[in-house]
């Protein structure tokens, strides 16, 4: 082995400049390659803000409105959902697939006062599973459980952006559980502080859905239902379950079996099943026009492969004629290339993940505005490891492929020929 | 017999067609010294290519110690070369980027013999042929005679039992072209090493111990 790294460093330098021009071919292909899947992946991140805490098997279903005339209602007429729509998600009806039922009631234009402090705020009644489908963390206390439910407790959460304005701009959430405030003149606990997306419009302040319904009288009603669920894995299989579904709740409110717009579900795993494939050929394409790139630089090294081939074609038939083998000769050809390829593309791959680094650090921080929401560009534009590894098998593919026409052709020359050329 | 040709013929088919030896005959024992004579276009170079496996010929038959070489897969050739035969060529044929103990050591490592016993071995021969202290130096460095002696090391390295030499004094004055023949009929007596030269030298021929005589792609006296 180090008999053939000698031989290898012998020919690249008597050709230094040669060598370095081909190299630079394969190193801007490979990092063409780790920026373009780095920033791909950057875009996908910033999309799919991390959803690696959130649970994907959710439906959520939310009230329509008939598009067809059905005893003796006219089309048009909306349609909310209601305590019994919870009773009969959780039922028997569909006990096969469905695991936990939770509903969601948010009201606004309440007043929470805490000391000399007094702010306008949304109140979300919630179950428990709430943090696991939303995704958020819990930066101090707890969120809603079961036992708040049951007993209908008179607690809070808020987001951090609320607590900070408690506290004078600290952060030491913890200081806050356990205190009182006032919301419509009744007090309530604080058990717990949540990250808050307020630029998103998320700052509502989470009760038990149970105390939200008996204190604030809001009767039957609730704005959303959702449901986890199992056993359905294909696309179909989902989208069978969400017909039969909705003709169950459309029976419900006497709309027609067959009206899909009684209710709207939103199936965050198909959902997420497309963005998974979405992504899949996002980086199928980005690979693509990678290897393309890539192939100029494969091309090169080929191409001083075969000139080094023919001016080292004396130098071979010596060597033939002391005795050595044909796959000697291949094995000097085939590894000088693929060693040229290998060390080009790593640097190539390193200054990648080093641009990478520097698009993580300038572009990465930067957001911009669409449609009064602000969204980051790229979140965290970076390639794993999985990508090196499956580069690094790229590189030596290439270098194979780029060495093995002319070591075939330096093969293929019969020694008395090759010792007859200078 | 350990060289044995029977009715060999060759034909280069370059444009048009040249028949470079028509029937050649040869019988050479274990331990000879031997000369192969001939003007250029004889075809005495034609016949010790391809007594050393470096070239095919069309028909007839060539044995080594009674084992047919003919049409072998050049990977069986390359392993005769590495083995069996050694080559000193006129223009000595070093690698020039290798030194010259590493152009002796070459054959050995074809035979994966291990690094440092390669170098000791070639270390050893160098010395032997009289190049003590300049092992490390390149082929540019050395004069004719010392660059055809590596090549004698280089060839005698892996103990072949045959050492084809195409025109070995060809490039060198006549004070080292004797030194050289010396060698040669030294190594030959001291190792048995079946010894054949080709040259249009008179007076190399006449240091060997046969001569023969090529003439038109056949063997005359």
Same mark, same amino acid.
């Given at each position: 082995?180090?008999?053939?790294?000698?031989?290898?460093?012998?020919? @690249?330098?008597?050709?230094?400049?040669? *060598?370095?021009?081909?190299?630079?071919?394969?190193?801007?292909?490979?990092?063409?390659?780790?920026?373009?899947?780095?920033?791909?992946?950057?875009?996908?991140?910033?999309?799919?803000?991390?959803?690696?805490?959130?649970?994907?098997?959710?439906?959520?279903?939310?009230?329509?409105?008939?598009?067809?005339?059905?005893?003796?209602?006219?089309?048009?007429?909306?349609?909310?959902?209601?305590?019994?729509?919870?009773?009969?998600?959780?039922?028997?009806?569909?006990?096969?697939h469905i695991d936990n039922v939770l509903a969601r009631?948010?009201?606004?234009?309440?007043?929470?006062?805490?000391?000399?402090?007094?702010?306008?705020?949304?109140?979300?009644?919630?179950?428990?599973?709430?943090?696991?489908?939303?995704?958020?963390?819990? &930066?101090?206390?707890?969120?809603?459980?079961?036992?708040?439910?049951?007993?209908? !407790?008179?607690?809070?959460?808020?987001?951090?952006?609320?607590?900070?304005?408690?506290?004078?701009?600290?952060?030491?959430?913890? *200081?806050?559980?356990?205190?009182?405030?006032?919301?419509?003149?009744?007090?309530?606990?604080?058990?717990?502080?949540?990250?808050?997306?307020?630029?998103?419009?998320?700052?509502?302040?989470?009760?038990?859905?149970?105390?939200?319904?008996?204190?604030?009288?809001?009767?039957?009603?609730?704005?959303? &239902?959702?449901?986890?669920?199992?056993?359905?894995?294909?696309?179909?299989?989902?989208?069978a379950f969400e017909k039969y579904y909705k003709s169950?709740?459309?029976?419900?409110?006497?709309?027609?079996?067959?009206?899909?717009?009684? @209710?709207?579900?939103?199936?965050?795993?198909?959902?997420?099943?497309?963005?998974?494939?979405?992504?899949?050929?996002?980086?199928?394409?980005?690979?693509?026009?990678?290897?393309?790139?890539?192939?100029?630089?494969?091309?090169?090294?080929?191409?001083?492969?075969?000139?080094? @081939?023919?001016?080292?074609?004396?130098?071979?038939?010596?060597?033939?004629?002391?005795?050595?083998?044909?796959?000697?000769?291949?094995?000097?050809?085939?590894?000088?290339?693929?060693?040229?390829?290998?060390?080009?593309?790593?640097?190539?791959?390193?200054?990648?993940?080093?641009?990478?680094?520097?698009?993580?650090?300038?572009?990465?921080?930067?957001?911009?505005?669409?449609?009064?929401?602000?969204?980051?560009?790229?979140?965290?534009?970076? @390639?794993?490891?999985?990508?090196?590894?499956?580069?690094?098998?790229?590189?030596?593919?290439?270098?194979?492929?780029?060495?093995?026409?002319?070591?075939?052709?330096?093969?293929?020359?019969?020694?008395?020929?090759?010792?007859?050329?200078? | 017999?350990?060289?044995?040709?029977?009715?060999?013929?060759?034909?280069?088919?370059?444009?048009?067609? &040249?028949?470079?030896?028509?029937?050649?005959?040869?019988?050479?024992?274990?331990?000879?010294?031997?000369?192969?004579?001939?003007?250029?276009?004889?075809?005495?170079?034609?016949?010790?290519?391809?007594?050393?496996?470096?070239?095919?010929?069309?028909?007839?038959?060539?044995?080594?110690?009674?084992? &047919?070489?003919?049409?072998?897969?050049?990977?069986?050739?390359?392993?005769?070369?590495?083995? *069996?035969?050694?080559?000193?060529?006129?223009?000595?044929?070093?690698?020039?980027?290798?030194?010259?103990?590493?152009?002796?050591?070459?054959?050995?490592?074809?035979?994966?013999?291990?690094?440092?016993?390669?170098?000791?071995?070639?270390?050893?021969?160098?010395?032997?042929?009289?190049?003590?202290?300049?092992?490390?130096?390149?082929?540019?460095?050395?004069?004719?005679?010392?660059?055809? !002696?590596?090549?004698?090391?280089?060839?005698?390295?892996?103990?072949?039992?045959?050492?084809?030499?195409?025109?070995?004094?060809?490039?060198?004055?006549?004070?080292?072209?004797?030194?050289?023949?010396?060698?040669?009929?030294?190594?030959?007596?001291?190792?048995?090493?079946?010894?054949?030269?080709?040259?249009?030298?008179?007076?190399?021929?006449?240091? *060997?111990?046969?001569?023969?005589?090529?003439?038109?792609?056949?063997?005359?006296?």
């Amino acid at each position: 082995m180090r008999d053939l790294f000698v031989e290898i460093w012998e020919s @690249v330098k008597r050709n230094k400049l040669r *060598t370095s021009l081909t190299g630079f071919a394969v190193a801007w292909g490979i990092f063409m390659i780790i920026v373009l899947l780095g920033a791909g992946n950057g875009l996908m991140n910033a999309f799919l803000r991390d959803s690696e805490d959130v649970i994907t098997n959710v439906m959520t279903v939310y009230g329509g409105e008939t598009s067809k005339p059905y005893a003796g209602y006219k089309e048009g007429r909306y349609i909310s959902l209601m305590k019994r729509d919870m009773d009969l998600t959780a039922g028997p009806l569909f006990k096969d697939h469905i695991d936990n039922v939770l509903a969601r009631l948010t009201r606004s234009g309440f007043n929470m006062v805490y000391g000399q402090k007094s702010f306008s705020v949304n109140l979300t009644g919630c179950y428990p599973l709430q943090q696991q489908q939303a995704g958020f963390k819990i &930066l101090a206390g707890r969120f809603i459980n079961q036992k708040d439910i049951d007993e209908m !407790r008179k607690v809070v959460v808020i987001t951090d952006d609320q607590a900070r304005n408690y506290l004078k701009g600290g952060t030491n959430y913890k *200081t806050l559980i356990g205190r009182r405030v006032n919301i419509n003149d009744f007090s309530y606990v604080i058990v717990g502080v949540r990250e808050g997306f307020e630029n998103e419009g998320d700052s509502a302040v989470y009760l038990p859905f149970t105390t939200m319904v008996t204190q604030f009288n809001t009767g039957e009603w609730l704005d959303v &239902l959702s449901f986890t669920f199992h056993g359905l894995e294909t696309e179909e299989e989902n989208k069978a379950f969400e017909k039969y579904y909705k003709s169950v709740i459309a029976g419900a409110h006497q709309a027609a079996p067959d009206d899909e717009s009684v @209710v709207w579900i939103s199936n965050r795993f198909t959902q997420n099943m497309q963005v998974n494939k979405a992504t899949g050929m996002l980086n199928t394409a980005l690979w693509i026009v990678g290897l393309f790139t890539l192939l100029s630089g494969i091309v090169g090294v080929s191409n001083i492969m075969l000139i080094t @081939v023919k001016e080292r074609t004396h130098e071979f038939g010596i060597r033939k004629a002391i005795g050595a083998r044909p796959m000697e000769i291949t094995k000097l050809i085939v590894s000088e290339s693929i060693v040229i390829t290998a060390v080009f593309g790593y640097i190539g791959m390193f200054m990648g993940m080093v641009a990478c680094e520097i698009l993580d650090k300038t572009v990465g921080s930067a957001s911009v505005d669409i449609m009064g929401m602000s969204m980051k560009v790229l979140s965290n534009p970076t @390639v794993g490891l999985d990508v090196a590894i499956e580069a690094t098998l790229v590189l030596v593919i290439a270098g194979t492929i780029a060495g093995f026409f002319p070591a075939h052709k330096a093969t293929k020359i019969r020694p008395i020929e090759a010792l007859r050329a200078e | 017999m350990q060289i044995e040709l029977r009715g060999v013929n060759k034909t280069y088919n370059n444009g048009q067609p &040249l028949h470079v030896l028509k029937g050649i005959d040869l019988d050479i024992e274990q331990g000879e010294f031997v000369s192969i004579m001939g003007a250029s276009g004889s075809g005495k170079s034609t016949l010790l290519n391809i007594l050393g496996i470096l070239d095919t010929y069309d028909s007839g038959e060539y044995h080594i110690d009674g084992v &047919l070489i003919k049409d072998l897969p050049e990977r069986k050739a390359a392993d005769y070369r590495n083995k *069996t035969i050694g080559f000193i060529f006129q223009s000595f044929n070093l690698i020039n980027f290798k030194t010259a103990v590493e152009n002796v050591e070459l054959p050995l490592f074809y035979q994966k013999v291990n690094r440092r016993k390669r170098h000791e071995k070639a270390m050893a021969y160098l010395e032997r042929l009289g190049l003590k202290g300049w092992e490390q130096h390149y082929p540019n460095e050395m004069s004719g005679g010392q660059k055809q !002696r590596v090549a004698i090391a280089r060839a005698l390295i892996t103990k072949p039992r045959i050492i084809l030499a195409d025109e070995p004094t060809g490039a060198l004055d006549s004070k080292t072209s004797a030194e050289v023949m010396q060698l040669l009929k030294q190594l030959n007596r001291e190792e048995k090493v079946t010894m054949i030269i080709v040259t249009h030298d008179q007076n190399v021929a006449a240091q *060997t111990d046969r001569t023969i005589y090529i003439k038109d792609g056949v063997i005359g006296q």
